[in-house]
C-alpha cells in the first residue's frame, strides 16, 4: 500500500483538519462529536439540510457543504457509517427554526443512525424529515443493505434541495423535492480495480488481468457480474441501457446526467464515457439538459465510474441552476 498518509488510524480526523484549513471561508469542521457545518449556520428560517455517511466518497458529502447546498454532512471512519450522536449535533448546529431535512443514502447503518438521531432531535423540539436515496439499479440487496444502494443521485438531491431550502421552501416541499429526485434518478457503475482501505492495508477485492465488476458498489461490494474487459463504448452501453430501462426512460425526456470517476479514473477516461452516454442519449432521443463530469462520488482509489441520470422537469432545472458554492461545486455566485 502507498498512500500519502501519516498513522492509518488518522486519516479522516487529518484529512479533515487539512479540509478545514483549505476552505475556513465556506465551513468549518467540529471534531467532538464530528461534523462538518457551513460557516454561517444556522442561517435563521431557512430549513437545513444533512447528509453524511461513511469516509472515502469524497467528495460528497463535506465537498458539497455551503451555499446553496448542504448545510452540515456528518463523515464517519472510513465506509463506515457515521453516529447518531454527530447527527443529533449536526442538527442541532444548523437548525434555523425552519426545521431539518436529512438526505441518506440507503445503507443499513446510515438510515438506522439518522433515524436514532431525528428522534432525539424531535424529543428536544426540532422537526426533521428524511429522503432516502436508493438509485442503483446494479443489484437489489447488497452487503450494506436492504433494498438498493444509495449513490450518485445523493449528489442531484443535495443540490436541488439545497437550492430550494435557499429560496426559501418550507420543509416539506424540499423533502418532498428530495423525494422527486430519488424516483427519478437512477445510477450504476463499475470498477477497473478494487480500492485500498488504508486500516486494512490491502485491496478490498481482487480482479483477474482483463477483468471488471459490472455494478459494484461504492464500499466495493460485489456487482451484477464478473466480466472481460471492454471497449468503453460497450460497457458505457451496457450500463446506460441498464439505468434507461429501469425507469424507464423515454424519449423526449429530458435529464440531468453526472458521470462520476470513482477515485483513481483520470477525466481523461471520463469524457470518453461521456461521450458515449451523450451518443446513447441522442440516439433515444433523450436530452440531456444538464450534466457533470469528474469525481464527486468515488471510493477512495477505486478505478472506475458510475453514470447517473434524473429526469428533469422545469422546476428540477430551475433549481439546479440556482446559485451554489461549495469546496466541489460553484456556480452563479
Known sequence: MKKLINDPGDVVRESLA???????DILKVCFDPVYVVRADAPVTGKVGIISGGGSGHEPLHGGFVGQ????????????????????????????????????????????????????????????????????????????????????????????????????????????????????????????????TVPAAGKPTFELGEGEIEMGVGIHGEPGRERMPLQPVRALAAYMAETILSDLPFRGGDRVIAMVSGLGGTPPLELYIVYGELELILRARQIEVSRRLVGNYITSLDMAGCSISLVQADDELLSLWDDPVHTPALRWGT
Request: hydrophobic fraction near 40%; proline fraction near 2%.
Open 18 to 24: 487539512g479540509f478545514a484549513a483549505a476552505h475556513s
Open 68 to 195: 446553496g447546498m448542504l448545510d452540515a454532512a456528518c463523515p464517519g471512519q472510513v465506509f463506515t457509517s457515521p453516529s447518531p450522536d454527530q447527527m443529533e449535533a449536526a442538527t442541532s448546529a444548523v437548525d434555523g427554526g425552519a426545521g431539518v431535512l436529512h438526505i441518506v443514502k440507503n445503507y443499513t447503518g446510515d438510515v438506522m443512525n439518522f433515524e436514532m438521531a431525528a428522534e432525539l432531535c424531535e424529543a428536544s423540539g426540532t422537526q426533521v424529515e428524511a429522503v432516502i436515496i436508493n438509485d442503483d439499479v446494479a443489484v437489489q440487496d447488497s452487503l450494506y443493505t436492504a433494498g438498493r444502494r444509495g449513490t450518485g443521485t445523493t449528489v442531484m438531491a443535495e443540490k436541488i434541495c439545497g437550492a430550494a431550502a435557499a429560496r426559501g421552501y418550507d420543509l416539506s416541499r424540499v423533502a418532498a423535492l428530495g423525494q422527486k429526485v430519488n424516483d427519478k434518478g437512477r445510477s450504476m457503475g463499475m470498477a477497473l480495480s478494487s480500492c
